[in-house]
């Protein structure tokens, strides 16, 4: 079902005006971070970094239970600051490669901690368009930030039902390679 927007606003709620920011979704290893550079050399936009893999980086450690909130605002804050500096400089997109739902995601799979998806949710719905990047290519292991496989296709599961039930409207992004980025950039091209 296609959402309704309210006069001078897009559908996801952002002004007419306003870059359009687009979220990537998808568990582990489904090629995000490198979709949302192409993304953004593409189309000229600011792209935002996944601040859960600073995180990682700099501690040399996953983050606890008590930490996934911090996450979370931190890449919302980020969006907003990205948000802020495309409208400044007359960009049309920030491409932000996962949103604070993938993060409130993982901590309701890894630490039975529901507790951020409500605020989480509600954001989701301000995207313009929100991507989900499916588990087509190879697992490839990452440091300490990627588990396995198996974990990958249960958080997509997860993911996708959780999008569905919330009647959050998302696009499948699929293939390998320039394909891939060629698929995202057809769907992109559909919004207004």
Known sequence: MAATAEPGRRPGGERLNAPR?????GAESTGKSSLALALGDRLGGIVVAEYLREFCDRAGRVPRADEQAGIAAEQARRENLAV???A????GWVICDTSPLMVALYSADCFDDHSLLADAIGRQRGYAATLVCMPDIDWVADGIMRMDAETRDRIHRQLVGLLDAHRIDWSPVTGFGEERIESAVEMLSRIE
């Open 21 to 25: 920011r687009v979220a990537l979704l």
């Open 84 to 86: 802020e500096a495309a």
């Open 88 to 91: 400044g400089r007359g960009m």
